[in-house]
């Protein structure tokens, strides 16, 4: 009977005339989403929306689907019909658990499009993981929700679930912000510990942000347990018996164990959870550390194509930052460095080293031994600072070219290779050769993986169009 009833609900969940359509509608903007994200770092753009923000979103989707039999008073027929209510509760929730199973599958052509290009990086691996467990949690006090709300409407319990969302969601930020600053264990730390989401990112052991994780984690994994079993079976309970067809029928002692019930899922997180953080996090990825990362300006030295003029913004530590580079190809460019030198004195002596990392290979084209130079004249106090301090207002840019190839990447964009650059100059009139030396990083992505993704995001989104329009002639 429970496969029976299944069978039929999962029909009747993509029978409406929208369903497909609005299926089609959120796949199609995740994989925007995911085109977009890939042209910075895409595990921390893309990765967190899909595997964290949507399986929240099923919370109120769980709870509109179980109160929506009340509203169009299909449970009259149900409580009358030769149907055990336990049954078709169960296979409700089977539904809803393959709706969630159903978009977990259609992340994985985006995945394997990812994982084509870049090893798998431990966010990833943890962010995996989440998924699953975050759409079991929100499955869970969904159904809890949506039972407790018997009115002839579902926006009490979809507006109550999207209350839950945002403070599930805000509460994640919230302690990672607390653990960074050291305050996690206190008593307003622990109240972070009622979002699911967050007891589940402690018991796998990662952070987004933040550089530390609970010590240990069983007691962690004992209370996210308790919150999932807990509201299944508070639900269950509540549906099978202290409802009726239109009323409640619970006396006044089971109101009460409700009411203790529900304050226990609050409360036992808070009270029993791991909060002793005091191991460091593991690293997301394999990206190598780079200092003052997003420094902009004040810098000497930029990146542009051959010939091409000096970048809107340079220079700072980010050498290209606007014009990623693509990785395991050789790219020509041309180094500027912005020196420090009016042009009424010659450069007589000019030596440039640079000491790319991580994957990283960079060669100067030629060696030559005077570089070309261009005259650029700066804004008020923008320039290069002279040994006396003051700003240079016209002085020289010399231009080098030089070939940079970038393997290894470890996310599809926003891989930043680090780079020291030391240059050694002397002008008419100085004593002694001076010198400048900075550590810089290069930006560089997977050429085609942007597009790719999109691709791959795009696949199922057409399906469920193409779905959408078969109904649609077929019941017009």
Known sequence: MIATLYREELRASTRGHFAW??????????????????????VDGYGIIAYFLV????????????????????????????????????AKVLVLVTLGAAYYIA???????????????????????????????????????GVLFIGRSIAAPAATGMGILLAYAALVPLQELMVARGNGATRIGALTLLSPAVLLKNALGFTLVTGTIPATHTATWVAAAFVIGGAFAI??????????????????????????????????????????????????????????????????????????????????????????????????????????VETNRKLTQFT??????????????????MPALDEHTYDS??????????????????????????????DIGGNRYPMTIGVTY????DAVPRTISSRTAVNAQVATGMYEMAGAGSLLPICCFAAAWRRWRRTR
């Open 235 to 340: 639900a269950t309970w509540t549906f099978l018996h202290l409802q009726g067809v239109e009323t409640w029928e619970a006396r006044r002692g089971q109101r009460w164990t409700v009411t203790a019930a529900i304050a226990a899922l609050c409360i036992v997180p808070i009270a029993t959870a791991d909060r002793n953080y005091d191991v460091a996090a593991p690293r997301p990825n394999t990206a190598p550390a780079i200092p003052g990362l997003f420094a902009r300006g004040n810098g000497s030295f930029g990146l542009t194509e051959p010939g091409g003029a000096m970048p809107f913004r340079c220079c700072g530590t980010m050498l290209n930052r606007d014009a990623p580079i693509a990785t395991d190809a050789e790219t020509k460019q041309d180094l500027l460095i912005l020196l420090p």
């Open 55 to 90: 399986p929240l979103a099923f919370v109120p989707l769980a709870a509109g689907v179980i109160a929506a039999p009340r509203a169009n008073r299909f449970v009259e027929s149900l409580f009358t019909a030769p149907v055990e209510r336990r049954d078709w509760f169960i």
């Open 21 to 42: 359509l609005g299926a089609g509608v959120v796949l199609l903007a995740l994989g925007g989403v995911a085109a977009a994200a890939t042209q910075d770092t895409w």
């Open 352 to 369: 440039l080293k640079l000491d790319p990392q991580a994957g990283l290979t960079a060669v100067v084209e030629g060696a030559p031994a």
């Open 426 to 429: 002397a002008a008419e009139g």
């Open 107 to 145: 992340l994985l052509p985006i995945l394997a499009v990812y994982l084509a290009h870049v090893p798998m990086p431990l966010l990833l691996r943890k962010l995996l993981m989440w998924a699953p467990g975050l759409l079991v949690a929100s499955i869970a006090i969904g159904t809890l929700i």
């Open 381 to 410: 106090d923008v320039g290069p600072a002279a040994v006396d301090g003051h700003h240079v207002k016209t002085g020289w840019i010399a231009r080098v070219p030089v070939t940079l190839h970038p393997t290894r990447p470890w």
